[in-house]
């Protein structure tokens, strides 16, 4: 089964490749560096929060981000080349730094992903990513079976256009997630009833899809990138998550907490999807009803059919919280924000010594 959506958030300019000598990178003039800062990256999210993607260890190029970056419209500069964060640095690099160049255009963006890209599209149970055209294409499959661990994860940049090297700045590469974040929290609405948490499960959904970049966003310019998304394989796809469970686990606890209240929480990356009539959303819990723990805990379980909730649409950066509080019966509440991420970093790297390098 086959179907095709169009999903607000990420796409890019197209990027134009000629031959470039090294001396014909600069020009001659002591420019800084130039140099890139990461927005999106401080963040408790999947393809983040290891902290791999902050370190400077080159065998853990996978977790990097890889950077194109055009001068004049026509010369390659970068080509998925991998920046790692300087140490003791905010600032980031290629290994192979390139100066500004007065009078020349620049135009830039990025993406990195979790896992790393596979060579081919991926068949595996546990799921991953297959990555084409300079980043703008992907074919994600989403583990068979819930694990937090093996979701994929992608963010591709907005476009960071510079008119002239000689105003050298930090290029701000605003990573923008593909994926849509959907978080399940259980609550119960009284902190004196004694109620356990059983399980969750979402079922009937798309784990595969084939998406590729539209148009991509400008920086500052408030634009959102645009992906096409071409569903493949079937919605049966059902996720359980049994409680209790470790803590430990890849997603933080809700926001607005509530220790008294809170019984649990399931967090899922999917791609981008429309939900069909199939597609539920279920939760098994038991309950203290005389409250003296005397006699067993008597177990209930609710099924939600979520095309009946707004949103049934679960669009690329996107975070869908389902909401269950628990009191006589369960009560579902489901709201939709943008996938927001932290603050960037930026900073200028001066020539070493007062010198250039057009390596």
């Known amino acids: 089964m086959r179907r095709v959506i169009y999903i607000a958030l990420v796409a890019v300019s197209a990027i134009f490749v000629s031959a470039c000598s090294k001396d014909d990178l600069g020009n001659g003039e002591n420019l800084p560096y130039i140099t890139f800062g990461i927005s999106g990256l401080d963040i408790e999210t999947k393809s983040l929060i290891t902290g791999n993607l902050l370190d400077n260890n080159p065998n853990k190029l996978r977790d990097c981000v890889y950077v194109y970056g055009v001068r004049n419209n026509t010369d390659q500069i970068y080509s998925k080349t991998p920046i790692m964060r300087e140490q003791n640095s905010s600032n980031w690099q290629p290994s192979n730094k390139r100066q500004w160049a007065a009078g020349s255009s620049y135009s830039f963006y990025a993406y990195t992903s979790s896992p790393a890209a596979s060579a081919s599209a991926p068949t595996s149970d546990n799921g991953g990513i297959y990555v084409e055209y300079s980043g703008l294409k992907i074919t994600v499959l989403q583990p068979k079976d819930y694990n937090e661990a093996n979701m994929v994860d992608y963010m591709l940049s907005h476009a960071y256009k510079v008119a002239d090297g000689a105003n050298y700045r930090t290029v701000m590469l605003y990573m923008q997630h593909a994926m849509?974040?959907?978080?399940?929290?259980?609550?119960?609405?009284?902190?004196?009833?004694?109620?356990?948490?059983?399980?969750?499960?979402?079922?009937?959904?798309?784990?595969?899809?084939?998406?590729?970049?539209?148009?991509?966003?400008?920086?500052?310019?408030?634009?959102?990138?645009?992906?096409?998304?071409?569903?493949?394989?079937?919605?049966?796809?059902?996720?359980?998550?049994?409680?209790?469970?470790?803590?430990?686990?890849?997603?933080?606890?809700?926001?607005?907490?509530?220790?008294?209240?809170?019984?649990?929480?399931?967090?899922?990356?999917?791609?981008?999807?429309?939900?069909?009539?199939?597609?539920?959303?279920?939760?098994?819990?038991?309950?203290?009803?005389?409250?003296?723990?005397?006699?067993?805990?008597?177990?209930?379980?609710?099924?939600?059919?979520?095309?009946?909730y707004i949103p049934y649409v679960w669009e690329s950066g996107n975070k869908i919280t389902y909401t269950l509080s628990i009191n006589t019966g369960v009560a579902l509440k489901a709201s939709i924000s943008d996938w927001k991420d932290a603050g960037y970093t930026e900073g200028v790297v001066l020539p070493e010594n007062g010198t250039g390098n057009n390596n």
Not at 187 to 199: A, D, F, G, V, W
Not at 264 to 279: D, E, Y
């Open 180 to 308: 849509a974040w959907i978080e399940i929290v259980v609550q119960k609405e009284m902190p004196e009833h004694t109620i356990t948490l059983n399980s969750i499960t979402l079922g009937n959904i798309f784990r595969s899809a084939t998406m590729q970049c539209e148009s991509q966003g400008i920086a500052n310019s408030g634009e959102k990138n645009i992906w096409m998304v071409q569903l493949s394989g079937t919605n049966d796809l059902s996720y359980t998550k049994n409680f209790p469970v470790d803590s430990g686990t890849y997603f933080p606890l809700p926001d607005n907490y509530d220790p008294n209240t809170y019984l649990g929480a399931m967090n899922l990356l999917t791609v981008p999807q429309q939900l069909s009539s199939k597609a539920t959303l279920t939760v098994s819990y038991s309950v203290d009803e005389d409250d003296n723990n005397e006699t067993p805990q008597k177990e209930y379980s609710q099924t939600f059919q979520l095309f009946n």
